[in-house]
């Protein structure tokens, strides 16, 4: 069954500096991984139709082995769409043997401005039974907070 999980935080930055830091690489590198892991891109092409390979390592994966190999999750990520300001929708398929990862998870990221700052919203749709909701719903917690720490004074 396909199942969807979301997480959604009010970052206190305008929506373009929000939106530069989900299109920028550098950026990024310093807000996506989740605690606990570091990541680097092997290619990255952020534009309509583009794509980027993400490879994210695990400080420690004793109790938390990788995706792709015992220490890392590597993705192949499609940018399925980018709307200027408001929101990138990106197809993220990982490197795997294993099938509780395989398919095609969509990741879209939407933007919304308030009086106090942007909501960000993370939304994955079709997400690989392997991964379990609680560990996904901490990692997308992490990365959220993690932009935050990036863009707030």
């Known amino acids: 069954m396909a199942r969807t999980d979301r997480a959604t935080l009010l970052i206190h930055a305008d929506r373009e500096r929000v939106f530069a830091a989900l299109t920028s690489a550098e950026a990024l590198l310093r807000w996506l991984p989740?605690?606990?892991?570091?990541?680097?891109?092997?290619?990255?092409?952020?534009?309509?139709?583009?794509?980027?390979?993400?490879?994210?390592?695990?400080?420690?994966?004793s109790g938390a082995p990788g995706k792709t190999s015992a220490d890392s999750d590597v993705s192949d990520v499609r940018i399925a769409r980018i709307?200027?300001?408001?929101?990138?929708?990106?197809?993220?398929?990982?490197?795997?043997?294993?099938?509780?990862?395989?398919?095609?998870?969509?990741?879209?990221?939407?933007?919304?401005?308030?009086?106090?700052?942007?909501?960000v919203q993370f939304?994955?749709?079709?997400?690989?039974?392997?991964?379990?909701?609680?560990?996904?719903?901490?990692?997308l917690t992490s990365s959220l907070a993690n932009l935050a720490a990036y863009l707030e004074p």
Not at 84 to 110: I, K, L, N
């Open 83 to 119: 709307v200027q300001g408001e929101r990138v929708v990106q197809e993220v398929e990982f490197e795997t043997d294993d099938p509780a990862f395989g398919g095609t998870m969509q990741m879209e990221w939407s933007l919304r401005s308030g009086r106090m700052g942007t909501t």
């Open 123 to 139: 939304e994955a749709r079709n997400v690989p039974e392997g991964i379990r909701a609680r560990d996904h719903a901490e990692g």
């Open 34 to 61: 989740p605690r606990g892991m570091r990541g680097r891109f092997e290619r990255f092409e952020m534009r309509d139709g583009g794509s980027y390979r993400l490879v994210l390592t695990y400080d420690d994966a």
